[in-house]
């Protein structure tokens, strides 16, 4: 928990002169009145503190003294979900400065925000069980938390990048066993079976997200997560998929064809889009926006669709046209961490790039069903492919370069 303590003490230091940061844990959501849906810590908390309890309130001033409020002990509760921390174990494993019990908050948060004229709070997101303590001492000034953690979290540091890494090599070994478990008749959800299977198997915590399995014209659908189609013969599956390690996610996109061998023009499209992806990824490197980058995916696409003759004219025809966002409709990619969509730039804003940050590359091209202008094969089909990006001192790194992405190489790992 030192790695906590240490950014605390970084991000303390930007905090100014009587204000606060204020974090509140998320909430425990039930399913129905005492089944509960899994918990995971809200990013934001874990990342200063690293605990995973509901039901808790955190606070952060400039002198970097931390304050900690936890769910108090309550022997009929702990018979059903286990025990609860005290607060002098959350003190010595966390290193927090100050712990109390939630029976004890009104009082005590009266004698630590007294002087306080501004925090950094977010009263509007999903985080908000304790509004009603906050909301009480009417603040000259507030802010939102999650808009300040902002540029901190942005920059990996090594320890986050070695989650990130693991997540990484995980989610790889997985999508390996969906590409040999892959055969016709095979239900999308099997195959999303066998991925959640491996990661908890090497260790992960969860999916990073809710992995899509999407054969045919599934995967035009770009949040799929039904999984519920049987896979046919002749179709392509495009799986994105990710574990989540330590916290931290990976993001894995690939294209698999369900017979083992891609059709002559279902590779090369592949192909094609596979030339684009490598070339985004090379354009990844300090002081380049991501903006700069996804106009490039953009032309790129274009240029593909040219080729295959369902555009026609010039570039900047094409790009005032923006026939293209039907084949294309998302950007280029995001930054990756804490959360899936890590504390992602807003649209339009365009951030450098700097080491330490880590993103996505993941151009596509989505073909409806009735898409005259491609050959049969081609239709109801989505193509994506993704990796993910460490931006290092010179350049890149690619994290997830171990999983093949040559259409060569998709089919032999398709028929092992
Ligand atoms: N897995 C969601 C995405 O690629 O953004
Ligand atoms: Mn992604
Ligand atoms: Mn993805």
């Not at 090379?282 to 991501?290: D, H, N």
Request: aromatic share 10%.
């Amino acid at each position: 928990m030192k790695s906590h303590l240490i950014k605390r003490k970084q991000i303390a230091q930007s905090l100014p002169h009587s204000s606060a940061l204020i974090l509140s844990s998320l909430p425990q959501f039930f399913r129905q009145t005492d089944v509960s849906y899994p918990y995971r810590q809200e990013s934001n908390f874990y990342y200063l503190t690293g605990f995973e309890q509901a039901k808790s309130l955190f606070l952060l001033f400039p002198s970097s003294r931390s304050v900690l409020f936890i769910s108090d002990k309550d022997c009929v509760k702990e018979v059903w979900d286990g025990p609860l921390a005290t607060t002098k174990q959350v003190k010595t494993k966390y290193l927090i400065n100050e712990v109390y019990y939630l029976s004890q908050i009104d009082n005590i948060l009266k004698k630590k925000l007294k002087g306080v004229s501004k925090i950094f709070y977010d009263y509007s997101n999903k985080t908000c069980e304790f509004n009603k303590q906050i909301i009480q001492f009417k603040f000259k000034k507030t802010e939102s938390a999650y808009h300040f953690l902002k540029p901190f979290r942005r920059l990996k540091e090594s320890k986050e990048i070695t989650s990130i890494k693991k997540a990484c090599s995980h989610s790889i070994h997985a999508h390996k066993e969906v590409a040999k478990a892959l055969k016709s008749n095979i239900s999308e959800r099997a195959l999303h079976g066998v991925f959640i299977k491996s990661i908890m198997e090497q260790g992960s915590t969860r999916e990073a997200y809710q992995g899509i399995f999407a054969c045919g014209k599934n995967a035009t659908i770009l949040h799929y997560v039904k999984n519920n189609s049987i896979c046919k013969k002749g179709e392509l599956l495009l799986v994105d998929a990710g574990a989540e390690y330590g916290y931290y996610a990976s993001d894995i996109s690939r294209v698999y064809p369900v017979s083992g061998k891609f059709s002559k023009n279902q590779k090369n499209l592949y192909k094609a889009l596979l030339k684009l992806q490598k070339q985004l990824i090379k354009a990844v490197k300090p002081e380049v926006t991501l903006k700069s980058i996804n106009q490039k995916m953009f032309e790129g696409i274009i240029h593909i669709l040219l080729e295959f003759g369902v555009l026609k004219g010039s570039l900047k025809e094409n790009l005032k046209m923006e026939i293209y966002k039907k084949y294309c409709p998302h950007s280029v990619g995001h930054l990756l961490g804490l959360d899936v969509h890590d504390v992602t730039f807003k649209p339009g804003e365009s951030t450098v790039l700097k080491p330490g940050m880590v993103l996505t590359i993941e151009p596509g091209i989505y073909i409806n069903r009735t898409d005259k202008k491609f050959p049969e094969d081609l239709r109801a089909t989505g193509l994506r492919i993704e990796d993910d990006i460490l931006v290092t001192q010179k350049s890149q790194k690619n994290l997830t370069l171990n999983l093949p992405k040559e259409a060569e190489e998709i089919e032999e790992l398709c028929s092992s």
